[in-house]
C-alpha cells in the first residue's frame, strides 16, 4: 500500500503541499490576529492613580502657577526685579502715585480644590487656590530736619550750637493726601537780637504707612489626555489644554471686564471678554504652543476695560498694574497702566527677555482706589492671569 502512495500521480503532491502551506499561513495570520488584539487592550490604572498622577502635574506645571503675582513687599510702582527703582505713575499725577510705595504678598495658599471629571482617554479638570496676604502701602514724602549752625550776637558773642535741633515741619497736600511731619528738640538758645545761620537736610523719606488683610479665590480649568498606554498613570496622562486664571472678585469690586493684548510673537493678538455673557473661563491655550512673544519683545495691553460701580470721588476710581515673569528676584515686571481719557480704558506695554525659563504668566491686576487712599476702606480687587511663552 505504502509502495503505492509513493507512486501517487505528481499533481496530487503539490497540491497536498499547497494545502499544508495554505493552513500554515491561515494559522500564523490567526496568531497574528490574536497578538494584535492583546496588544490594544489598555486596563484603565486606578482612578486614585489618575487623580494622583494628575495632582503631580498640576502642582509643578508653571502655566497652572501664582508665581509672579507676589510683591513680597511694598514697592514703588513699576520696577522689575533687576532694578528696584523708584518711577513715575503715567497716570493722573493729583493721586501722587510717584510718593507711594504698594506691594502684595501672599503670605499662604490656605487650600487647593481640585475637581476631576475622568472618562476613558480625558480629564477635566477646576483647579481653585484658596489664597491669603496684606497689601502694604507705604506713604513718601521729603521731610526737612534744620538744625542751626551758629548764632552771632551783636556784642560779638559766639555761641556754637551746631548739632541742635528745631522744630520743622513740613506740610503737603498731594491730591487727596494730607499729611505732616515734625521734628523737635529743646536747643535752650537765647536768640534774641542775634544772627542766626540756619544749616537743612532733605531726605526722602516714610512718613505713613498702612496694611489691609486679603483673601483671593482662584479658578482655572484644565483638560489631560491619555496620550500612551503604559498603564502607568504619570507617563500615560499629559496637560492638553488650559484656560486663563481667575480671580474672583469681593463683593461690590470693580471688575476686569476685557482685556485686548497686542504681542510681538504669536498669536499677534489675544481678546479675553467678560461683556455680554462671555467668560474667559472658556477660551483655552493649548499647553504645547502657549501665546508666544519673541526675545526681546513687546508686550501691549491696548485696552484693559475695567467697569467699578462705586468709584472713588475722583477719577479715575482704580489703579491697574500689569505683572509679568516668575517671581521678585528671578524674574518680575511690574508695569501701572494709565487712563487718560478716564473712561475705564487702561493701557500700557513693556519689554521682556527670556531667563531660562519658558513659561512665564502675565497678571492683570485691578484694585481699587478705596484700597489705597483710604485707611478704612476694604480690599478690593480683580485679577486675570494669562500663561505665556518666551523662547
Not at 86 to 91: A, V
Not at 127 to 143: A, F, S
Not at 235 to 262: C, G, V
Not at 351 to 380: C, P, W
Request: with cysteine.
Amino acid at each position: 500500500m505504502l509502495n503505492q502512495l509513493s507512486f501517487l500521480p505528481k499533481t496530487f503532491q503539490i497540491y497536498t503541499k499547497m494545502l499544508k502551506m495554505r493552513l500554515l499561513i491561515v494559522w500564523v495570520l490567526v496568531l497574528a490576529v490574536a497578538c494584535t488584539k492583546i496588544e490594544k487592550v489598555y486596563v484603565l490604572p486606578d482612578r486614585e492613580d489618575i487623580v494622583s498622577a494628575i495632582y503631580e502635574k498640576i502642582m509643578t506645571d508653571g502655566s497652572l502657577s501664582i508665581d509672579g503675582l507676589n510683591d513680597s513687599k511694598a514697592y514703588f510702582l513699576d520696577y522689575s526685579s533687576s532694578s528696584l527703582s523708584k518711577m513715575l505713575f503715567p497716570d493722573t499725577v493729583e493721586y501722587g502715585f510717584s510718593n507711594i510705595k504698594i506691594g502684595r504678598n501672599i503670605s499662604q495658599v490656605v487650600d487647593t480644590t481640585i475637581i476631576y471629571d475622568i472618562k476613558w482617554d480625558s480629564a477635566y479638570v477646576d483647579i481653585k487656590y484658596y489664597l491669603k496676604g496684606n497689601l502694604k502701602i507705604v506713604l513718601y514724602d521729603i521731610t526737612i530736619d534744620s538744625s542751626i549752625s551758629s548764632v552771632q550776637y551783636i556784642d560779638s558773642t559766639w555761641y556754637d550750637t551746631t548739632g541742635y535741633a528745631v522744630d520743622s515741619t513740613c506740610n503737603d497736600t498731594t491730591g487727596i493726601c494730607e499729611y505732616d511731619t515734625t521734628y523737635t528738640v529743646e536747643t535752650h538758645v537765647d536768640t534774641v537780637d542775634s544772627v542766626i545761620t540756619w544749616s537743612y537736610t532733605e531726605s526722602f523719606s516714610p512718613v505713613d504707612s498702612t496694611t489691609k488683610s486679603f483673601t483671593h479665590r482662584t479658578h482655572q480649568k484644565a483638560i489631560f489626555l491619555r496620550t500612551q498606554n503604559t498603564n502607568n498613570a504619570s507617563k500615560d496622562w499629559q496637560l492638553h489644554k488650559i484656560t486663563p486664571m481667575i480671580f474672583e472678585p469681593s463683593d461690590n469690586s470693580p471688575e476686569i471686564r476685557q482685556a485686548q493684548i497686542a504681542l510681538a510673537g504669536t498669536p499677534s493678538s489675544i481678546v479675553l471678554s467678560a461683556l455680554e455673557g462671555g467668560n474667559p473661563l472658556l477660551t483655552y491655550f493649548n499647553r504645547d504652543s502657549l501665546p508666544l512673544i519673541n526675545y526681546s519683545g513687546t508686550v501691549t495691553l491696548s485696552s484693559v476695560l475695567v467697569e467699578n460701580e462705586n468709584p472713588y470721588p475722583r477719577q479715575p476710581g482704580e489703579l491697574v498694574m500689569a505683572h509679568f515673569g516668575h517671581g521678585v528676584n528671578i524674574y518680575k515686571i511690574r508695569k501701572g497702566l494709565s487712563d487718560p481719557d478716564d473712561d475705564g480704558s487702561h493701557t500700557g506695554s513693556f519689554s521682556v527677555n527670556s531667563h531660562g525659563t519658558k513659561v512665564y504668566r502675565l497678571f492683570i491686576d485691578l484694585i481699587d482706589y478705596n484700597s489705597i487712599f483710604t485707611r478704612t476702606g476694604a480690599y478690593k480687587a480683580h485679577i486675570w492671569m494669562i500663561p505665556f511663552q518666551v523662547p
